[in-house]
């Protein structure tokens, strides 16, 4: 049973940082693609960076060059550290995995992943 458990968050002020784990079971870790995504109140879930089975990532702009995705394969653990942290990056944070080889074709797009993490909250003070 697939199972993606989140930790790390939290409260911090406006240019600080942060860390989220993603501890996965379940699955072969290194073989599917994984995302981390959030989602603010009343606001849609966004995408924000894809790890591709190769171990290549991918971000959207409005968090690239402040945040960066990092693993411990032998943990079967994803990381998303988080620099520079702005108010506007406060939302509830998840992380995904795809399980069906799509993610790769719209990594941003929640729909294309199967599992979820429990969400952990990031909240950022000016």
């Known amino acids: 049973q697939v199972h993606l458990v989140q930790s790390g968050g939290g409260s911090v002020q406006a240019g600080g940082s942060l860390r989220l784990s993603c501890a996965a079971s379940?699955?072969?870790?290194?073989?599917?693609?994984m995302g981390w995504f959030r989602q603010a109140p009343g606001k849609e879930r966004e995408g924000i960076a894809g790890?591709?089975?190769?171990?290549?990532?991918t971000y959207a702009g409005s968090v690239k060059g402040r945040f960066a995705i990092s693993e411990d394969a032998d943990l079967s653990t994803l990381y998303l550290e988080m620099n520079d942290l702005k108010p506007e990056d406060t939302a509830m944070y998840y992380c995904?995995?795809?399980?069906?080889?799509?993610?790769?074709?719209?990594?941003?797009?929640?729909?294309?992943?199967?599992?979820w993490g429990q969400g952990t909250q990031v909240t950022v003070a000016s």
């Open positions: 995904a995995v795809d399980l069906g080889f799509r993610a790769f074709l719209r990594p941003f797009s929640p729909s294309e992943y199967e599992y």
């Open positions: 379940g699955y072969r870790y290194n073989r599917y693609y």
């Open positions: 790890r591709e089975r190769d171990g290549s990532t």
